[in-house]
């Protein structure tokens, strides 16, 4: 009988050590599971947030040698050539491009410009020596309060089309390095030298802006 009650409880024994085995072994799993669902949830969340970086330089200035590509419309990322501007206007919207990189410099509004093309005969001889075949280039942000410059209407203090501001009404003569002739804004929009291929008619940035960009800072 001791040695029977012997067999049967170790036996007991046996198969609850082994149930016990089943059962680590299977939250062991699960464990492992969870954590590799969770390094792949990690990993997931960590390529969203490169992802939505933004491409080094793509903040940076205008540099000497960065191509015009519009901003916007039909043709947006398209290089900015002389054929696509109509005579007289009205201006085109651009990015600058790294030509090396193709990285677009459009993480920061401030890089945005003008590109406008011109009868050569109205512009004064500063306006003149930095244009191409009449083609000039502005900073699109108003020097008043930093809103875009979206306009291109009859001045409110004379005949001609000027560029304007609609937040506060700030006017700029393109003709005259897009001096103010009219609203709250207190200098000229920032020019930017222009170069021009001669082989496909494509514009590229010569300098650096020509002014402040942007707005007054408050303080």
């Not at 067999?7 to 198969?15: K, P």
């Not at 970086?53 to 793509?58: I, L, N, Q, R, V």
């Amino acid at each position: 009988m001791s040695r029977a009650s012997f067999n049967t409880s170790s036996s007991s024994s046996d198969n609850t050590a082994e149930s016990d085995a089943d059962t680590c072994t299977e939250q062991t799993r699960r464990a492992l599971l969870m954590n590799a669902l969770a390094t792949t949830a990690c990993l997931a969340c960590s390529t969203q947030v490169h992802a939505g970086e933004d491409a080094p330089g793509s903040d940076e200035r205008p540099q000497k040698g960065d191509l015009l590509v519009f901003s916007e419309g039909d043709q947006e990322g398209k290089p900015v050539t002389a054929a696509a501007l109509s005579a007289g206007g009205p201006p085109v919207h651009a990015w600058p491009k790294d030509p090396k990189t193709s990285v677009v410099r459009s993480a920061s509004r401030l890089n945005e410009i003008l590109i406008i093309r011109l009868d050569p005969t109205e512009l004064d001889e500063q306006t003149k020596a930095r244009a191409v075949d009449g083609i000039l280039a502005y900073s699109a942000i108003c020097s008043h309060a930093g809103c875009p410059v979206t306009a291109w209407v009859k001045s409110d203090v004379g005949d001609k089309e000027v560029l304007k501001c609609m937040c506060h009404n700030s006017e700029y003569d393109p003709r005259a390095g897009a001096q103010v002739v009219f609203g709250p804004a207190p200098r000229r929009l920032a020019a930017l030298p222009l170069a021009l291929a001669l082989a496909d008619g494509s514009l590229s940035v010569a300098g650096n802006f020509i002014g402040k960009v942007g707005g007054a800072q408050p303080g």
